[in-house]
């Protein structure tokens, strides 16, 4: 079976959602899966291009009355067949994660300890308001008719962001440390 790159995966997900339209797949993408997977604006008309060209999905263009005409994309039993195949198929590396604080405290001894405390404490900041955020999402994901065997799978993912910010919250505040003495 032919791969694709993530994207055209997460596209193929996102459609199994109800999200139909470019724009509807955008605001999913923007209110859940930005969180862990980045997908550009830019990078989602190209996928649903492709995923057509490869019959993976078919599109139907709906006209309403005095509304621009807008396509609708619709998975076929093909897109189906290899969005399963790619759920069922091994994570082929952990994920690396890009981050600034690591990469400015590894060379931290070139800078202040002031200023690698003020650092710190910034990133404490906004991991503390992404914590919440995260809250915020889970109190509208449980209070908001969904689908519910797809809740319990946003609530995991859910879970892992708020335990990984936790984390991180945490790690900040025993780094601190060395810096405060």
């Not at 969180?35 to 006209?63: A, D, M, N, R």
């Not at 994660?97 to 690698?116: A, D, I, P, Y």
């Not at 995991?156 to 919250?169: H, Q």
Request: with cysteine; hydrophobic share 35%.
């Amino acid at each position: 079976m032919k791969k694709y790159n993530h994207t055209t995966y997460a596209i193929l997900g996102i459609l199994t959602t109800g999200c139909r339209t470019g724009y509807a797949i955008k605001q999913l993408i923007d209110q859940s899966l930005n969180h862990f997977w980045k997908i550009s604006y830019g990078q989602i008309y190209p996928t649903l291009k492709l995923i057509v060209e490869e019959e993976l999905s078919i599109v139907q263009t709906l006209s309403e009355r005095g509304k621009p005409e807008r396509n609708e994309y619709f998975l076929t039993d093909k897109g189906k067949a290899v969005f399963k195949n790619w759920l069922e198929t091994p994570i082929e590396q952990i994920p690396v994660e890009r981050n600034e604080v690591l990469l400015k405290l590894f060379f931290g001894r070139h800078q202040s300890k002031e200023n690698t405390l003020l650092q710190l404490e910034d990133y404490q900041q906004k991991l503390v308001e992404r914590y919440q955020l995260y809250q915020n999402i889970e109190k509208m994901i449980t209070s908001t008719p969904h689908n519910t065997e797809d809740v319990t799978y946003w609530l995991f993912t859910l879970d892992y962001g708020k335990r990984v910010t936790n984390a991180a919250i945490e790690w900040c505040d025993a780094t601190k440390e060395h810096f405060i003495k």
